[in-house]
C-alpha cells in the first residue's frame, strides 16, 4: 500500500460537504483508507486574486492503486463534483480541485503527473493543512514543518470543525 497526500481546494458551492463526499468517493473508487484528515481553513485566492477565498485541506490515505490509477480516479471524482479542467480558467474558481502532492518517495515527471507536485513548496495553503497532519513528513529532502516555516501564512485561518 502507497501513502498519498493529496490536497483539497474549492471555492464555488457548499466546499466542505464537497469534500466529505469527495473523499469518501476516492476511497472508495481507489479501495483506499484514510489515515489523516486535516481540518479545513479558509484561504486567499492564489494566482487569480479576483475571486472568493477558498476553502482547502489536506487527506492522507493509503492505496494500492498506481500514481496514474489514481490520477483517473481524482480526475473522475472532481468531474462528478462539477469540475470540467479543460474549461477551468487557470487558477480560477472551482466546485472542487484535488492534487496529488506525494505518492511515497516516488519522483516523476511526466505530461499528465509531476511527482512530487511542482509548487508543493510555494503554496501555504497546501503547506497549512498538510503540516496539521504530516508535519515531519519529507518530501524531495524538505521536511514540511520546515516549508510551512519558510512562507507566508497571512490570511489563511483554521475552519471549525462541523462535526
Known amino acids: 500500500m502507497a501513502s498519498v497526500l493529496i490536497a483539497l481546494g474549492g471555492n464555488v458551492g457548499d466546499v466542505r460537504t464537497t ?27 492564489w494566482g487569480d486574486e479576483n475571486q472568493d477565498p477558498f476553502v482547502n485541506a489536506c487527506v492522507e490515505i493509503e492505496t494500492g492503486l498506481d500514481p496514474h490509477a489514481l490520477l483517473f480516479v481524482m480526475q473522475k471524482v472532481e468531474q462528478k463534483f462539477g469540475r470540467t479542467r479543460d474549461q477551468d480558467r487557470r487558477w480560477g474558481p ?21 511527482l512530487p507536485h ?4 510555494e503554496r501555504a495553503f497546501v503547506l497549512v493543512p498538510l503540516a496539521e497532519i504530516a508535519p515531519e513528513r519529507v518530501i ?16 489563511i485561518e483554521q475552519l471549525p470543525d462541523t462535526g
Open 140 to 155: 524531495s529532502g524538505i521536511r514540511v514543518r520546515d516549508a510551512l516555516a519558510s512562507v507566508s501564512t497571512q490570511g
Open 94 to 114: 472551482r466546485t472542487l480541485d484535488l492534487d496529488m502532492i506525494a505518492y511515497d518517495d516516488v519522483s516523476m515527471n511526466k505530461p499528465d503527473l509531476t
Open 19 to 45: 469534500f466529505k463526499k469527495a473523499i469518501a468517493h476516492i476511497c472508495g473508487m481507489a479501495q483506499a483508507t484514510v489515515v489523516a484528515r486535516s481540518s479545513d481553513y479558509a484561504t486567499p485566492p
Open 118 to 121: 511542482p509548487r508543493l513548496f
